[in-house]
């Protein structure tokens, strides 16, 4: 009977030891895992960031061009205005000088 009992105690003390065995590799496992997730999130954050940036600078290149064309339309623009209303630019400077220069004949006049 003393025997049985203390076959019973080692098989008792071997499933503990076996169970602490299995809770160690468990833990093992689990703090690989976290380690393994971690790094693809570090990963994943470069990997963002960097798709990120690029999106930053093709939207800054994408904004210069359209400026660019932006400014040369306004050229465009101004330089047309100029050309057509030449005529009457001139027209006006011409009564403009025209009204100064009577102006100051009047009051050279006695």
Do not use: F, H, W
């Amino acid at each position: 009977m003393k025997q049985i009992i203390e076959e019973v105690l080692q098989a008792e003390r071997n499933v503990n030891t076996i169970l602490q065995q299995a809770r160690d590799e468990a833990a093992g496992i689990v703090r690989s895992a976290e380690d393994e997730i971690a790094a693809k999130m570090r990963e994943a954050e470069g990997e963002a960031q960097e798709i990120l940036q690029r999106t930053v600078e093709e939207a800054k290149k994408e904004a210069e061009g359209i400026r660019q064309e932006r400014l040369k339309q306004a050229e465009e623009q101004a330089d047309s205005l100029l050309n057509n209303n030449a005529d009457a630019a001139d027209t006006l400077i011409d009564a403009i000088c025209n009204l100064i220069l009577t102006t100051e004949y009047d009051k050279d006049a006695p």
